[in-house]
């Protein structure tokens, strides 16, 4: 199994940038797809978007297209999501999370580890 640990939250204004980092311990990095996904008070948790083992192909919801993005370094065991041009109704808590054998999908439970997360606020 593999240990995510997420890192790079913090407090942004509007139209700011935050970089998240995920590092992986346990089995190699390499052998996951991995995801991002977020969860604010009240609502479910969200696809943010998905890389590929190889970070060949990545994936994004609507709502981030444009102004995050989403890499890899699998010589690092880590993967990140770069955040621009936040707005307030990003503020979450984010979660990395590792898929043995599906890519991109944005359903939570095709997910097998997660990490504990971090929060990110957005002020206007």
């Known amino acids: 199994q593999v240990q995510l640990v997420e890192s790079g939250g913090g407090l942004v204004q509007a139209g700011g940038s935050l970089k998240l980092s995920c590092a992986a311990s346990?089995?190699?990095?390499?052998?996951?797809?991995m995801g991002w996904f977020r969860q604010s008070p009240g609502k479910e948790r969200e696809f943010v978007g998905g890389i590929t083992k190889s970070g060949g192909s990545i994936y994004y919801a609507d709502s981030v297209k444009g102004r995050f993005t989403i890499s890899r370094d699998n010589a690092k065991n880590t993967v990140f999501l770069q955040m621009n041009s936040l707005k307030p109704e990003d503020t979450a808590v984010y979660y990395c999370?590792?898929?043995?054998?599906?890519?991109?999908?944005?359903?939570?439970?095709?997910?097998?580890?997660w990490g504990q997360g971090t929060q990110v606020t957005v002020s206007s």
């Open positions: 346990g089995r190699p990095f390499s052998l996951y797809h």
């Open positions: 999370a590792a898929s043995n054998y599906l890519s991109g999908s944005v359903y939570s439970t095709s997910y097998d580890y």
